[in-house]
């Protein structure tokens, strides 16, 4: 009996296993069959003997098998998954027949046919009726839980956090799905603890962890939308010792617009893993230099450039100038706004062309009269800068540098620099050509209160100002996506030292940081974050690890699921990052964004000192190139330098 039982399985499991395609012939030709059967039992039956398969009775066959099979694909019969077939598809079968009956009798009974009894007219779509649901309710019943025994076996068993509307939408969309089996909610609210949603209990958080080991539970969906940030963290770090993994909802407009499926499920936000609660923007300032107004954003493809151009997009400007060098990341953003443009009525110009090259940038500038440009065009992978130092210079500080002279030129009322927490005392070829930058625009700035124009400059002065801040949570070559690949791979983490900190913050805080800078911006001004205190990068990929429902694998627990791996400071990487070269900060008007005092050079010693360190680059004089960067830059001390690609 059990050889018998393994071979139904193994029948089956083939059966589940063939494409779409296939399967579809399987039910084609399992209906062609019953075709035949019920004519031949209809003829049995009428004559009430036995019968040969001979001329009437395949005429009959031949007859209902060219009606049937085109109705049946009409009613979409062979499109439906039988062994999920509901309510809905059973209905479809008898229209289906229906339709099938009239033609059939009409033929068969109403004209009529020599040999074929006209009662086989009637007595055939009966048969062929009860044939057709007993072969669906076969499938669905033995193929059905097959399927689901199988499903069973990888399926994820999980609790959703929150019992609102957002969690039992959630459930509902996972309820037809394969891959989750909702076992319950767990909620904050005492009211509504041990009560049963849709026949699934809620859970009080406090009884959480027995009910995780109870329940073999695999995952944690938070399906809490309206939930603040500080709840949220609480409620993460409630769980982060549970060995689950944690995912969440989109946002609120999501659910608003009915969009929650199991798809949409996705890893927790960036900003969940940050120490702080975000910064919040102040409205006026961020609409000040935009609503109404024409903007240029520089590397508008970038992590940072296309976060500053969502922000911008929802102030209103009169137009948005995309401008970038990398043809796909340009596309990709202007695609994305285009809606959001054409629903708000802002000109959206996607160009394209490098900062580096000062005539594409004096041509561009004029034809589009900015009012406002956000310089966020820049190389900024540390070793990747470290490895190829001459063109990250040419970028950073000369790409700068042309940006900036064809503001001046062309009347451009504010230039706004994005700047990085590295450009303090750098030991990176990055950060010096980062400060550098600052350095030529507080030159620059200086240069016009001074003296009106700026060499072949002529038009009303420009406010020259720079942003400084951390690393951004979740942008390109962060350490967030890097982390969560990795820990998608099954490890290891690579971790540079184990005590390395980093400053951090959400994408689009530092956007919304770069435009309320910009706003205040009075000239030649260095705005930096308060950010609060720097995480430790190893206790964020801990938290990572934890909150995916794994355990770290350390010498306290070699038998962990993800090994973390120290592999040694890079080139030009510190330990630690400083935010301010000076001391005491002035405060502004917001009260997170503080304004440094930092010492600059005049351009009257400045220009000579960059035209010697762009003779050294032309010669690829290393040496000197460090050199002079060691001169300029304050606290620089360097690391070996790479020439790959110089």
């Keep these: ?25 399987v039910a084609v030709s399992s209906d062609l069959f019953l075709v035949i ?21 395949l005429t009959a066959a031949a007859t209902s098998a060219i009606i049937a099979v085109p109705v049946f694909l009409y009613f979409g019969l062979y499109n439906a998954i039988f ?6 598809a059973l209905i479809e079968v008898g229209r289906a027949i229906l339709v099938y009956a009239i033609v059939f009798s009409g033929i068969f009974t109403l004209i009529g046919f020599s040999g074929i ?33 199988l499903t069973r076996k990888v399926r994820m068993r999980v609790l959703i956090y929150g019992a609102g509307s957002a969690g039992q939408q959630l459930a509902n969309a996972l309820a037809g799905g394969e891959g989750y089996e909702v076992l319950g909610f767990v909620d904050d609210d005492p009211s509504l603890h041990k009560r049963r949603l849709n026949g699934r209990l809620v859970y009080s958080p406090d009884r959480l962890y027995k009910i995780i080991g109870k329940l073999d539970i695999t995952d944690i969906l938070l399906a809490i939308p309206s939930t603040d940030r500080i709840r949220r963290r609480e409620i993460l770090r409630f769980l982060e010792p549970m060995s689950v993994r944690v995912r969440t909802l989109p946002g609120l407009d999501d659910l608003a617009y009915g969009r929650i499926q199991a798809s949409e499920l996705k890893e927790l936000d960036a900003d969940d893993l940050l120490g702080r609660q975000p910064v919040e923007p102040d409205r006026n300032l961020i609409e000040s ?4 107004k024409n903007v240029l954003v520089t590397g508008a493809g970038g992590s940072i450039g296309s976060e500053l151009c969502r922000q911008i997009i929802a102030c209103q400007p009169k137009r948005l100038v995309l401008f970038d060098s990398s043809e796909f990341a340009l596309f990709r953003i202007h695609q994305e706004l285009l809606p959001r443009a054409g629903r708000s009525g802002v000109e959206l110009v996607p160009v394209l062309g490098s900062v580096q090259d000062e005539e594409r940038i004096g041509e561009v500038v004029p034809s589009f009269e900015p009012d406002t440009i956000y310089h966020a065009a820049a190389y900024k992978h540390v070793p990747l800068v470290q490895g190829n130092p001459i063109e990250g210079l040419k970028n950073n500080v000369w790409g700068t ?8 030129r062309h009347g451009v009322g504010k230039f706004v620099l994005v700047s990085t927490d590295k450009a303090v005392r750098p030991t990176n070829v990055m950060g010096a050509s980062k400060r550098l930058a600052e350095l030529v625009l507080q030159a620059i ?5 001074s003296t009106p124009g700026l060499q072949d400059g002529g038009g009303r002065n420009t406010r020259f100002s720079m942003v400084r801040f951390g690393n951004v949570l979740d942008s390109s070559g962060s350490v967030v996506p890097l982390f969560r690949k990795q820990i998608e791979d099954g490890g290891p983490i690579t971790l540079t030292h184990p005590e390395v900190t980093r400053f951090f913050m959400t994408i689009p805080e530092a956007a919304q940081l770069v435009i309320q800078a910009g706003a205040m911006g009075q000239g030649g001004d260095v705005f930096l974050l308060d950010m609060g205190e720097p995480v430790q990068i190893a206790h964020l990929a801990r938290r990572m690890i934890a909150l995916s429902g794994l355990t770290a694998k350390d010498e306290e627990n070699p038998d962990g699921d993800i090994e973390i791996r120290v592999v040694g400071l890079r080139p030009g990487e510190k330990l630690y990052e400083e935010l301010l070269i000076g001391d005491n900060p002035q405060p502004t008007g917001h009260p997170r964004i503080m304004k440094a005092n930092e010492e600059m050079i005049e351009w009257s010693d400045l220009a000579p000192q960059l035209d010697s360190l762009r003779d050294a680059m032309r010669r690829m004089d290393m040496d000197t190139v460090e050199a002079i960067l060691t001169r300029l830059v304050s606290g620089y001390k360097p690391s070996s330098c790479g020439t790959s690609g110089d």
Excluded: N
């Design 117 to 149: 009894p006209r009662s086989v007219g009637i007595i055939q779509p009966i048969l062929f009726l009860l044939g057709v649901l007993a072969s669906r309710a076969f499938v669905r019943g033995f193929l059905g839980r097959r399927s689901a025994a």
């Design 401 to 408: 540098m042309a940006c900036a002279r064809a503001a001046h």
């Design 289 to 292: 230099d935009i609503r109404g």
């Design 445 to 449: 700035d200086a240069d016009l209160r």
């Design 37 to 57: 059967a019920t004519v031949w039992l209809a003829f049995v039956l009428r004559l009430e003997d036995f019968v040969p398969l001979s001329y009437p009775v």
């Design 1 to 25: 009996m059990s050889a018998i039982l393994r071979f139904a399985d193994r029948t089956t499991d083939r059966l589940l296993s063939l494409p779409r395609p296939a399967k579809r012939l």
């Design 83 to 88: 062994r999920f077939a509901g309510t809905h």
